[in-house]
């Protein structure tokens, strides 16, 4: 019967849309559970789609330059260091021209929708329509289907565009109404004070004592000023929040609703709960920043997570935005996650920094967390591009000796300190139920940024996440008030608004924004492994996020896919965060293999002197660093190269910037003049050698003569027929070799226009294009052509 009717689906689309084979489709913009369920049938043609997002595409050369400035905004050597801009210079530098936008709009106003308007970034539209408008422009079936409980709209075929859009957009974000999940583990009731024996539950004074929030490097900051963005589609209300922020002591008010269109209320008990979770824990460890929740409702087409991380973005006023809402890559499709990769891409380039969830189902993020087992491998696709920190959990290692006080504080406190941590895991196969556990594994659709070079990942493996993690575990969990009660929750949507929290104090000491900031967390955690930089992180090497099913990554001394870098000792890294600037002067980022390196770097004018130091990671070997901050030397092996330069003044400030070479790589080429040669005839074979500053070669055969002609080139001769390989190896680099196929031929004499030829004049023909000669002119027209020699070769068998 499904068969049936998606055969049916298929006829459809193919009536609906005039002139097919001209159009487009996009991968990946079907949802996968359209695969696993069966249809209920066919969608009312007059129902409401509601709001839907198209996304634009970025051009490649456009992407190029947006990365170089991804890149440049992060470096203190360049102009550009923390030059953000605006969301309507994000568009006119990088989103597809204002007349091709115009263009887009034009063709989907022609189609029957409603457009509501084209983001402040350029790179999508919001627009609207029903069932008929979206089968008729899309060619794009809708049908019925029911998802846990509830009966939800989706395409069951890929959506087509005209021929004219093929370089502009990159499909509609969602046309179903799957949504995105939630990463908490659920909550249960419970009273607000400690318990007897090894129940203990996280009020906000003991975050900030186990995390460092009352250290002299923190507690002199708490958010005031800078402003955390909270993604949201119910509408709560601020009533629990305001009663949380007093029975725990926090300053009153700092908190506002945004509505971002019609009101969606108060939509379940469960999704009050995650808004409450997130704007209380952000608030908890930022009691002084302000905390916007920017609500959405979500329509039958599109989630209002979508919708509000649009918003956010756009409207450019949080400094820190937390989202606690993930969906597995295969399920956020092509359109869905070129949408987040670019809208993240605008935040960091606007210096917004994006914590986002990393999940709950462990190393199995395509499955749902209360599944009993898990199928394969995924990540959240929210959180896996380059342009976020993705963070993940943990769980306190608290059975065994003494870390609580029997008895809490006024404001709940009752943690004594830092307590040991493991990967957070309280599924089936540790024990629990489910597959609750830190979400954490590589992205199958995009790479591994090189910030994560070197941490023991395959360079052609995807971006890792997490990059931080912080306690998400139900044994110890978060207490929120929601519906007038505290409850008890875990989860990586507890962790992540608790970071951003942390991330507002550092946004307020530095005095501005901090965009992505990745490349600072990993250079920090180089320099610390190296034991020449200050204890910022604490190291996860307990535990894993196996789940039932599924095998998953054990956290290990340094990086791993489980708790990231470790969570935080947040005194320690506001100080070091906000600590002394360390600036390349120059950067030679692609050096040639054996060429010179001349870098330097200082520390800001009018600071006392500083003494620099390599602080983790590899310098390319040849090269030295000095103690006044000059790198020189010749680069003697190739390849890329990440590594922490400290620097220390008399005043004792330090700080650590982290630079990236890549040395080479080497490649050569060969050719040869002609396909192949006669028997004792020779013939001179090339090399050409690019990234290396020395161009010779060395040559070798598998049979017959090489006689090198100069640094690049060699003859070939060989006396006896037969096929063989003229090899070519770099001199700086022995390890790379080309080589190329000759193919040698015995002597021939041939007949035609008059005269004779041998075989072995066949190069001599090459050289006489145009002249007069009989023994050549095998065609007999007079003159030595091209036509001759194509005949001559023809007759050799060549």
Known sequence: MRFQTLLLS???????????????????????AVRTLSPLGAADPGQSMGTMILALAIAPEAQARLDRLLADLQDPASPRYHAWLTPEQFAEAFAPPLAQRARVVAWLQA?????????????????????TDVQRAFGAPMQRFSSDGREVLANVLAPSFPPELRDLVRGVVSLNGFGRNAANIGARPVPANTQPGDAHYLAPGDFATIYGLRSPGAAAWDGAGATIGILGRTNPGLKDVNAFRGFYGLPPGGTSLVLNGPDPGSISWGEDLEANLDMQWAGATAPGAAIRFICTASTPSTDGIDLSALRAVDENVSDVISV????????????????????????????????????????????????????????????????????????????????????NDPDGTSALGYIPEAAWNESGAAGGAGLWATGGGTSLIWPLPAWQAGLGFPLDSGRAIPDVSFTAALHDGYLVRSGGSLYLVGGTSASTPAFAGILARLVQRSGQRLGNLNRQLYGLALQQAAGNGPAVFHDITVGDNAVPGVAGFAAVPGYDAATGLGSLDAGAFLDAAAGLGVTPQAVDEVIKLGGPCAMAYAVPAGTVPATFRLAGGELPPGLTLAADGTLTGTCAVAGTYTFAVRATDALGRS?????????????????????????????????????????????????????????????????????????????????????????????????????SLSGLDVLAMAGRMGTRNAALDLDGDGLVADSDLQELLSLLGW
């Open 324 to 407: 606690s809402f993930g969906a597995c890559e295969d399920a956020m499709q092509y359109s869905g996650a070129s949408f987040y990769a670019t809208l993240w891409a605008q935040a960091a380039a606007q210096g917004i920094t994006v914590c986002v969830a990393s999940g709950d189902a462990g190393v199995a993020g395509c499955d749902p967390a209360s599944n009993p087992s898990g199928s394969r491998t995924g990540v959240n696709g929210l959180a896996s591009t380059a342009h976020n920190v993705a963070v993940g959990g943990t769980q306190f290692l608290d059975k065994q000796g003494t870390w609580w006080r029997p008895t």
């Open 655 to 755: 700080g650590t910037v982290l630079s990236s070479i890549q040395v080479g790589p080497v490649e050569i080429t060969t050719s040869a003049i002609l396909p192949g040669q006669l028997t004792g005839s020779t013939v001179t074979y090339s090399a050409s050698v690019v990234g290396a500053l020395d161009g010779r070669v060395t040559w070798s055969a598998s049979g017959g003569t090489v006689t090198p002609v100069d640094g690049n080139r060699a003859t070939f001769t060989a006396a006896a027929p037969g096929t063989y390989q003229v090899t070519a190896a770099s001199v700086a680099d022995p390890r790379q070799t080309s080589s190329i196929t000759v193919n040698v031929h015995g002597a021939a004499t041939v007949e035609a226009g008059g005269g």
């Open 111 to 131: 189609q029957g929708f409603l457009v509501e308007g084209v983001s402040r970034g350029g790179h999508a539209i919001v627009f609207s329509g029903d069932v």
């Open 10 to 32: 298929s006829c459809l689309a193919s009536c609906l849309v005039a002139g097919g084979d001209a159009r487009f489709t996009l991968p990946d913009t079907v949802h996968p």
